[in-house]
């Protein structure tokens, strides 16, 4: 009788499937709320110029590098199967613009809002996704496309 259960891998990750959109508009809102919860005073200056500057940025990058992805017919969900290994900026300079574009969309709306408890957004969604999500793309990208992936990980950073 064999009394040893299968041990999980140590790449075998989490079952719960974390959206990102939805993580990072759940963060915004949560976020928001608490934000004009809290009594501080509010005026206009140029933390909204600059905030919205990240904003642009982030959004920028995020929606180049998905119409890349629509352009090369792969899948932009990240429990989806890959279809194409995309390599062209700004996956040249990070692995995750889609992420790091999210991130710093959050992370301007902090700034505009000048808001110390809204920059919870921008972390906690960097930290699940770093975490919980990309190492689980990772290893469908290292199952899929081998070496070429790893050759490529070693050459661009995870986020910047």
């Known amino acids: 009788m064999n009394t040893t259960e299968p041990q999980a891998s140590s790449t075998t990750l989490t079952t719960t499937k974390i959206h990102p959109p939805l993580l990072a508009g759940t963060l915004l809102l949560v976020t928001l709320a608490l934000h004009f919860m809290l009594p ?14 990240f904003v642009a940025a982030g959004v920028g990058v995020m929606c180049f590098a998905a119409a890349i992805f629509s352009a090369r017919e792969t899948t932009r ?4 199967e890959p279809t194409a ?6 996956y040249t300079w990070t692995r995750n613009p889609m992420y790091l574009g999210l991130a710093t969309t959050l992370f301007g709306l902090a700034i505009f809002f000048g808001s110390i408890v809204m920059l ?3 972390a906690v969604f960097f930290a699940v996704i770093d975490r919980i999500v990309i190492p689980r ?17 070693y050459r661009i950073r995870r986020w910047v």
């Open 40 to 53: 501080e005073e509010r005026a206009v200056g140029w933390e909204q110029f600059i905030g919205l500057l």
């Open 77 to 80: 969900n990240p429990y989806g």
């Open 85 to 90: 290994f995309v390599a062209l900026a700004p």
């Open 120 to 122: 919870l957004a921008p």
């Open 137 to 153: 793309e990772e290893e469908t990208m290292e199952r899929r496309f081998g070496q070429e992936y790893r050759d490529y990980t």
